[in-house]
């Protein structure tokens, strides 16, 4: 029985050990950057919408698997980066594009529309100097939303599809 709690000590002693990163050998392991545009959601947006897409709150619009329907029209393409708290990330550009293609492309998964192409630093450039202010932003998005979805139940991508 000592020998049996004695095992267990020491198995307990080393998951902590390599659960704070750290070898047996005394090295610590070293783990991978996060790509910036993950890294990037995580710290600004993760909070609210939850780590992997899915928000706590209702009133809080659920990313994973969802959020790519809105690339099936060139409106709710621009809705989502000209929303407030999207448009006026303390963010340069690139990295809130690289933020979008994450949001998207990674969480988005199966909902994002066949061919549909990365944001730009460009395109979110010129998206967020109009962002969506003063307006029913959860009427508008439902509407929106609506008309991309059906956008793609036609089968008509819209120019951001296109080649």
């Not at 609210?48 to 709150?57: D, I, K, M, W």
């Not at 621009?78 to 949001?103: C, E, G, H, K």
Request: hydrophobic content about 40%.
């Amino acid at each position: 029985m000592i020998a049996m709690r004695e095992t267990v000590m020491i198995a307990v002693a080393v998951a902590g050990v390599l659960g704070a990163g750290i070898c047996v050998s005394g090295v610590r392991a070293e783990t991978a950057p996060l790509p910036v545009g993950q890294a990037k959601y995580y710290e600004g947006c993760g909070g609210c919408h939850g780590l992997n897409g899915v928000s706590a709150r209702e009133q809080i619009p659920v990313l994973r698997s969802q959020v790519g329907q809105f690339l099936c029209s060139d409106e709710g393409r621009r809705y989502i980066v000209q929303l407030p708290n999207v448009s006026f990330a303390a963010m340069d550009d690139a990295t809130l594009a690289a933020t979008m293609n994450f949001v998207v492309f990674k969480l988005g998964d199966d909902s994002v529309p066949d061919g549909a192409r990365p944001y730009t630093a460009k395109e979110v450039g010129v998206l967020r100097r109009s962002p969506l202010k003063n307006q029913p932003l959860m009427k508008l998005r439902e509407q929106v939303l609506g008309r991309a979805v059906l956008a793609c139940a036609h089968g008509s991508p819209p120019t951001s599809v296109r080649n």
